[in-house]
């Protein structure tokens, strides 16, 4: 694949990494559609974080030339989060909407197992995923645009 190789002659050239992103996913998109031909090519996009606010994503998202954009809007890797504060979320949707960026997809996390075999933990995700699951005003992301990993049964260990 030349682009990958013409993307690294780029980035040694000077370019930094945010122009070799961009460049990256300029190239992406254009081979996707000269491969595929079709009128909607599917839509580049990547997880960004929400460090420093919701909103944030978007913008580091715009940043990085994203089409589409997938968040965690708590931390991926704890059971609780803090609430999102309400002008946070409406900015993090303003945003959004200006940019064009489509979908906006959000992740629930990674912790969450309702697979699992162990009742404690089943229990535990269950509360953890019934109020991402639920359509609410409190989600930045769109609620039909959801993502989820079920999880494995796991066996408790004795």
Not at 47 to 74: N, P, W, Y
Request: net charge positive; hydrophobic share 40%.
């Amino acid at each position: 694949m030349t682009g990958v190789k013409e993307g690294r002659q780029h980035a040694l050239h000077g370019g930094s990494r945010l122009q070799h992103r961009q460049w990256t996913m300029k190239r992406m998109r254009r081979d996707l559609q000269a491969a595929g031909g079709r009128a909607a090519p599917p839509r580049i996009g990547a997880h960004m974080s929400v460090a420093g606010g919701v909103s944030k994503a978007v913008e580091r998202g715009v940043l990085h030339g994203c089409e589409a954009l997938q968040i965690f809007a708590k931390n991926a890797s704890q059971w609780r989060g803090a609430p999102l504060d309400r002008d946070e979320i409406r900015r993090f949707r303003r945003l959004a909407d200006a940019s064009g960026i489509t979908p906006v997809v959000s992740h629930a996390s990674y912790l969450i197992n309702l697979a699992t075999t162990v009742p404690a933990l089943r229990e535990q995700s269950i509360a953890a995923f019934a109020p991402w699951a639920r359509c609410s005003s409190r989600e930045p992301a769109n609620p039909r645009r959801r993502f989820f990993h079920v999880g494995a049964a796991k066996r408790e260990v004795r």
